[in-house]
T-cell receptor, first 118, second 115 residues
Framework: AQSVAQPEDQVNVAEGNPLTVKCTYS??????LFWYVQYPNRGLQFLLK??????LVKGSYGFEAEFNKSQTSFHLKKPSALVSDSALYFC????????????????FGTGTLLAVQP | NAGVTQTPKFQVLKTGQSMTLQCAQD?????MSWYRQDPGMGLRLIHY???????DQGEVPNGYNVSRSTTEDFPLRLLSAAPSQTSVYFC??????????????FGPGTRLTVT
């Protein structure tokens, strides 16, 4: 069965410092990995995805993520955090394996709250 | 494009009442889905649709019905509301149902309270 783990409920970082939000996954077949961000009282917004190719994926707002197959991880990173990056971040995985006819089913992690202090 | 729209934004129901949460998208997306978001549990898939006339159950379908008569609309019906259905509900759509490659676009959510 597919699963995603975000081991940290909250990450605190000072503005200007690098940030990392961790994600590990378990999936049958090749993983398709996504990061989404949720600002207060808003829906989720897509940040970036890994499908195949280069293990370092660049996305919106200066975020990037590194796919590590041997460690089954897909950590979100940013070289220099901004206060405006404070939000709830979700990692999600889907698989190319056919589940009941629809292979676009995403499994989400429980989310990590990123708090950037000025 | 308006993207994915949801109505209402907020709703309070009494136990046993029924209601329909509306969702519409104007991107001609094939795939649509409903999630509920609860504290500490992330998003859980309720129902999904891979095209007009085709729907299927997700992880937590009990107490909910869906239909997809058009590409644009994907309403979620609560048959007999229970306090356990107090949650924030998100509708999402993506370009294609195939192979899980495509990112999903989310609506702004409906905050439902059942008393």
């Amino acid at each position: 069965a597919q699963s995603v783990a975000q081991p940290e409920d909250q990450v605190n970082v000072a503005e200007g410092n690098p940030l990392t939000v961790k994600c590990t996954y378990s999936v049958s077949g090749n993983p398709y990995l996504f990061w989404y961000v949720q600002y207060p009282n808003r829906g989720l917004q897509f940040l970036l995805k890994y499908i195949t190719g280069d293990n370092l994926v660049k996305g919106s707002y200066g975020f990037e993520a590194e796919f590590n197959k041997s460690q089954t991880s897909f950590h979100l990173k940013k070289p220099s955090a901004l206060v405006s990056d404070s939000a709830l971040y979700f990692c999600a995985v889907s698989s190319g394996v056919n589940y009941g006819g629809a292979t676009n089913k995403l499994i989400f992690g429980t989310g990590t709250l990123l708090a950037v202090q000025p | 494009n308006a993207g994915v729209t949801q109505t209402p934004k907020f709703q309070v129901l009494k136990t046993g009442q029924s209601m329909t949460l509306q969702c519409a998208q104007d991107m001609n997306h094939e795939y649509m889905s409903w999630y509920r978001q609860d504290p500490g549990m992330g998003l859980r898939l309720i129902h999904y649709s891979v095209g007009a006339g085709i729907t299927d159950q997700g992880e937590v379908p009990n107490g909910y019905n869906v239909s997809r008569s058009t590409t644009e609309d994907f309403p979620l019906r609560l048959l007999s509301a229970a306090p356990s259905q107090t949650s924030v509900y998100f509708c999402a759509s993506s370009y294609s149902a195939g192979r899980g490659l495509y990112e999903q676009y989310f609506g702004p959510g409906t905050r439902l309270t059942v008393t």
